[in-house]
């Protein structure tokens, strides 16, 4: 790895170095993923973008959160189910 990927960036999943495509990064750092039942979480990052974003794959289905918007979410999912009063605060 050189000394352009993020200290959570594992290599064996690290994309980033790959060519562009048709003038498109196709690549990304990618962290080491976390699993909440068959939910795949990770923090990526295409080489030069100022931030991360997170992924978040289930089966072949597969989704992007800006970071800010991630953070934001399991809040939100809290709230969620307090309202429903499936959940106390």
Do not use: K
């Not at 960036?9 to 990304?28: I, K, S």
């Not at 992924?55 to 800010?68: A, K, Q, V």
């Amino acid at each position: 790895m050189s000394d352009d990927h993020p200290d959570w960036c594992l290599g064996t999943a690290c994309t980033a170095d790959r060519p562009p495509f048709n003038a498109h990064a196709v690549g990304a750092h990618r962290s080491r993923p976390e699993v909440v039942g068959i939910t795949v979480l990770r923090l990526a990052q295409q080489p030069g973008a100022l931030s991360p974003w997170v992924e978040i794959r289930r089966g072949t289905d597969h989704m992007t959160l800006p970071l800010l918007e991630a953070e934001r979410l399991a809040p939100a999912v809290d709230d969620l189910l307090f309202q429903a009063g499936l959940r106390r605060l």
